[in-house]
């Protein structure tokens, strides 16, 4: 029988319109005479159901929302151990017959997503998955713990400060006096995130207590960087295969934003036109070589597999500070990891396949 792949998509957070956006294009772009397609929908109200194939494509057409959910339909998944999937109402009254499953794609970002948590789902379930395990995910999609394991493996990272909501509480003033000890801009960030969501660019003083509280909104811990002026936006793709790991030539966001940077606007509404993507960049090959070698020790640095998008921030004189790893990064057709690749010589569908591949030729358990 043919490999089946369970695409998980939608989610309850603020990604969820993506999300249904990426799995339309990523079942679309499946080889159905090589693999079975199991759609599995998490509703914004947390609720998991099963969706057809052709279903998820035409999620592409209703605005990227799964549609509402008829009264008694099971809407929970059980996921066997034993290589299959099984939709239950919540109170088990309900089961529907267990579908097998070869192979997890979460096409999940941010928190619940990418962070670790799904990927420990699997990891319990012994389920083989497409990206990277359970730490890998976790550290890189916390931004405090992401720097801390860049700087101890000598890559890097550009200063800042890190506090939780009840240090915030607890002494305003101390957290504003280190805050300001590294000079305005800052950037003001959730800890965990993603999508540029809760972040915020501070030129003012007076703006940064407020820039906290919306930061702080978005998780219990925030993380402000000195803002970087004057540097280049620059992100390389990279993707584990059998000779492994493989490296896209670099791409260029250049934003004109209100906010001064690649906001969440710029991110999925670029007919705004506020953000030009150079695919690749233009790029001395010294500079390329550098880029390469961050991107693979970055990815190597916080244990990712499969594959990852290492963005870097490069200044006047070519020095290369990470900003972050995103180890599922956007994913549409048209998102800048998988037009890197095509750039590089992987279209869309052949990235796809090759992901489900180095998935399914993972050993499952401790690796
Ligand atoms: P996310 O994980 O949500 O993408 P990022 O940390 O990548 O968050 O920040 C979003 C954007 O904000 C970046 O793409 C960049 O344009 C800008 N930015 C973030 N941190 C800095 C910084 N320290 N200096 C300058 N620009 C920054
Ligand atoms: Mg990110
Ligand atoms: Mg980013």
Redesign the pocket.
Known sequence: RRPSVAVVFGGASSEHGVSCLTAASVVRALDRSRYDVVGIGITPDGRWLRVEADDVVALATVDGQLPSVPEGHPTAVLLHGTGAVQLASRDLDTLLDPVPVDVAFALLH?PFGEDGTIQGMFEMLGLRYVGSGVAASAVSMD?QLMKQVLAASGLPV?P?TAFTAAEWRDDPSARLDAVLSLGL???V?PAR???????S?VDDPDHLAAAVETALRHDARC?V?????D?R?LECGVLEGPDGLEVTAAAE?R?RTAS?????Q??YLPEAEQVELLVPAEVDPVLAERLRDTAVRTFRAVGAEGLARV?T?VTADGQV?V??I?TMPGFTEHSMFPMVWAASGVAYPELVGRLLEHALQRPLGLR
């Open positions: 941010g931004k550009g800042y801009p800052v950037f960030k995130g993603g999508s540029s969501i809760g972040i660019r993380v960087e000195k803002g970087l002026v540097v936006e966001i934003t001064g940077f690649y906001d969440f710029a991110k963005d921030f500070v900003n972050e995103n």
